[in-house]
T-cell receptor, first 114, second 115 residues
Framework: AQSVTQLGSHVSVSEGALVLLRCNYS??????LFWYVQYPNQGLQLLLK??????LVKGINGFEAEFKKSETSFHLTKPSAHMSDAAEYFC????????????FGQGTRLTINP | NAGVTQTPKFRILKIGQSMTLQCTQD?????MYWYRQDPGMGLKLIYY???????DKGEVPNGYNVSRSTTEDFPLRLELAAPSQTSVYFC??????????????FGPGTRLTVT
């Protein structure tokens, strides 16, 4: 069965610093991979997705993620953190064939320090 | 487009009571899903549907029931509420795969407390 592990339930960075949120997946074949963001008291919103078209994926709000098959990773980065980036971030995996179901990581709460 | 809408936003239930969480989408999506979110646990799939009249269990279906009589609606039923069902519930929808990595679109959630 596919699974996702997000390293670090809580990450804290200073405003203007690099944001790095880690995600590793477990799958026998490269799956589809997604990053979602959840702002307080809201639903989840798609940041970006990997569909095998390109290993470096750019998303909304200046975020990007790189798919590394050899490391089974899909880490999320942003060069310069902004206060508005404070939220919870979820990595999710879905097989390219079969049932269209997502498996989510446990989430990483990002705090931005002024 | 309203997207995915959920009602109610908040609800407090007593143990043993029943209720239905409503979910509606206006994007003509075939797939619909119900998740629960507990702190530090991510989202767990309760039930999903691939189209009207077709539903299947997810990871944590016990204590819940669903039906899908129309493309737009996918209600979630709690028959005998228990404290373990205190959670935030999210409904989501997506178009059919057809080989594409279609993302899921989420509603704003229903915060349920069972006491």
């Amino acid at each position: 069965a596919q699974s996702v592990t997000q390293l670090g339930s809580h990450v804290s960075v200073s405003e203007g610093a690099l944001v790095l949120l880690r995600c590793n997946y477990s799958s026998s074949v490269p799956p589809y991979l997604f990053w979602y963001v959840q702002y307080p008291n809201q639903g989840l919103q798609l940041l970006l997705k990997y569909t095998s078209a390109a290993t470096l994926v750019k998303g909304i709000n200046g975020f990007e993620a790189e798919f590394k098959k050899s490391e089974t990773s899909f880490h999320l980065t942003k060069p310069s953190a902004h206060m508005s980036d404070a939220a919870e971030y979820f990595c999710a995996v879905r097989p390219t064939q079969g049932a269209q179901k997502l498996v989510f990581g446990q989430g990483t709460r990002l705090t931005i320090n002024p | 487009n309203a997207g995915v809408t959920q009602t109610p936003k908040f609800r407090i239930l007593k143990i043993g009571q029943s209720m239905t969480l409503q979910c509606t989408q206006d994007m003509n999506h075939n797939y619909m899903y119900w998740y629960r979110q507990d702190p530090g646990m991510g989202l767990k799939l309760i039930y999903y549907s691939v189209g009207a009249g077709i539903t299947d269990k997810g990871e944590v279906p016990n204590g819940y029931n669903v039906s899908r009589s129309t493309t737009e609606d996918f209600p979630l039923r709690l028959e005998l509420a228990a404290p373990s069902q205190t959670s935030v519930y999210f409904c989501a929808s997506s178009p059919p795969s057809s080989g594409g990595a279609y993302e899921q679109y989420f509603g704003p959630g229903t915060r349920l407390t069972v006491t």
